[in-house]
């Protein structure tokens, strides 16, 4: 971390009056002004194409905060002061004037301000506005300030493949440098993905074991229950394989797979983190039919409300063939973890919403119970449940009480809300926070948003060119296509059911 309580600072958003300021992001602020995060001077400037009053935007904002913010309804008191700070322009991206209007509130905003202060620009819009928005900010002079006082934050999707990638990079990098640019991927703001690095460097005990001498597999798995609901026309585009595993799961991933970085310092993890994904096996073509599954969602009930198939979806093509669900089985070839399957799946209108990476740990090397004491016998394993639960579990083996040896699984379990309380900030609190402060450990550098598309490319283009003959083939509230299953038996194992804490009801 850098300087704590960041310097004077105006945000300006693109794309302020969509739903990521409205949920995400303006209550995150809120919230940071709230635990006084915030500097005394700080400003934010909202665009977007719609006509707004400073008013009419305010209250639309604080309509967002009182329906998401963790800390539930806004106070009055509170909002007025933390909204007196927020105006709206509205603005043609495509236009130059919008841009010289945006240079001008800058410098009126920050006039009698002690400090200059920092800009971020923060692209809260479609991927496909970013590169205008970026060459319009350059061609009119917004990035021209001092390289440490200006910054861009770029949400998700980064690009849409390798190729689509490299240029936006190159099309950033040619305005910004690298150090300027903020590449978002919230699942990197959660609090208990944070702790994965925490956990594996600040504890001895763990290093001589996290390797492929101790661990038999990793399991990382992160499925919703909702569908695409409004959002059929960008899910059309993009698919579970973009939208989910090539950032969200691959990170989380690399957080399991990474080796011990030199310091926290920001390129020092993503060095660290990028080593991972370069020794990520690639994938031949004509293995990836084994080692990679689709599936897309049919119609079902999810707890007692009939749901229409992805194909009934509004926006989507009723032969649409976007994958809503993948299962890749993948190497990471290097001295840790040679051999070990990292097996991954992430999909939508699954049975459960969780967010779940499980350690498989090998069994012991002789068994000295007999058969009737381990009944219930089970390797070691780790869960680390990132969402809804925020916990760690360590499963080991156990004496039943009482007269006889019977063996049982118990949990040793780390949780949050008994440990610290449900105070926990929201992943874009913290990645705000730290776009403030300059901290970039949390957001993905240029080459390691390449390196993740390079990896898939090769799965990308075979879902892409093959149309699958099979769609839908999981209905609403299982837990995916056969498939899938079949994936991970063929190599003995299965496919965890998540604790049972972190299910509902
Ligand atoms: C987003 C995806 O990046 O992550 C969505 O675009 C997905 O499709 C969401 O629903 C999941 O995030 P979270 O924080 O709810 O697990």
């Known amino acids: 971390m850098l300087d704590l309580k960041p310097q004077p600072v105006i945000f300006v958003i693109f794309g302020a009056t969509g739903d990521l300021n409205w949920r995400k992001i303006n209550p995150a602020l809120y919230n940071l002004f709230l635990d006084n995060w915030l500097p005394e001077q700080f400003a934010i400037l909202g665009t977007g194409r719609s006509k707004y009053s400073d008013t009419d935007f305010r209250n639309k904002l604080l309509d967002g905060i009182n329906k998401f913010s963790r800390k539930g309804a806004a106070d009055n008191g509170d909002w007025e002061k933390f909204s007196k700070n927020i105006t709206y322009q509205a603005a043609d991206i495509n236009d130059d004037k919008a841009y010289q ?10 006039k009698g301000w ?16 970013f590169p205008v ?111 989910m595993i090539q950032n969200h799961v691959l990170q989380l991933l690399c957080l399991v797979a990474m080796e011990n970085p030199i310091s926290f310092q920001a390129d020092e993890v993503r060095n660290r983190k990028v080593d991972v994904l370069r020794s990520m096996r690639p994938f031949q073509p004509e293995e990836i039919k084994r080692n990679a599954v689709r599936g897309q969602y049919g119609e079902g009930w999810i707890e007692g409300v009939k ?89 080991v083996q156990a004496k039943k009480p009482g007269l006889e040896m019977i063996l049982n699984t118990v949990d040793m379990v780390f949780d949050y809300d008994n440990n610290y309380g449900k105070e926990t900030p929201e992943a874009y609190e913290t990645l705000l926070l730290d776009t403030m402060q300059g901290d970039q450990t949390l957001f993905m550098r240029g080459d390691q948003v390449e390196a993740a598309w390079e990896l898939l490319m090769p799965v990308l283009h075979s879902w892409q060119t093959k149309s699958s003959l099979d769609f839908p083939n999981y209905s609403a509230d299982s837990w995916g296509p056969e498939l899938a299953e079949a994936l991970i038996a063929r190599d003995g194992f299965h ?11």
């Not at 006082?149 to 040619?174: H, M, Q």
């Not at 049975?351 to 069994?363: G, T």
Request: some cysteine.
């Open 101 to 110: 209007e945006i240079g001008e509130k800058i410098a009126e905003l920050k």
């Open 114 to 129: 002690n400090k200059e202060p920092t800009v971020i620009f923060y692209m809260a819009v479609a991927s496909d506005f």
């Open 133 to 243: 928005i970026a060459k319009n900010i350059k061609k009119n002079k917004l990035a021209s300030g001092h390289p440490d006082k200006t910054r861009i934050v770029v949400e998700k999707p980064f690009g849409n493949d390798l190729e689509s990638a490299r240029s936006l990079n190159k099309l950033l990098c040619d305005i910004f440098d690298e150090n300027q640019i903020y590449r978002i991927d919230h699942y990197l703001g959660k609090e208990a993905v944070q702790n994965i690095m925490a956990f594996r460097f600040a504890n001895s005990i763990l290093e001589p074991i996290w390797n492929r001498n101790y661990i038999q597999h990793v399991q990382i798995s992160v499925s919703e229950q909702i569908g695409v609901g409004s959002r059929g026309q960008f899910y059309e585009g993009a698919g579970v394989l973009r939208d």
């Open 307 to 395: 749901v229409p198939g992805y194909r009934e979806e509004a926006d989507v093509d009723p032969k649409s063939n976007t994958e809503t669900f993948a299962a890749i089985k993948f190497f990471v070839d290097n001295w840790r973890w040679h051999g070990v399957p990292f097996y991954v799946r992430s999909g939508k209108r699954l049975h459960q919403s969780a967010s779940i990476i499980s350690i498989q740990f090998r069994d012991v090397p002789h068994l000295v119970f007999p058969d009737e004491a381990i009944d219930n016998w089970r390797q070691n394993r780790l869960i680390i449940s990132i969402q809804p639960e925020m916990s760690i579990r360590l499963q």
């Open 495 to 505: 496919w965890f059911s998540l604790p049972k804490s972190t299910k509902k009801g």
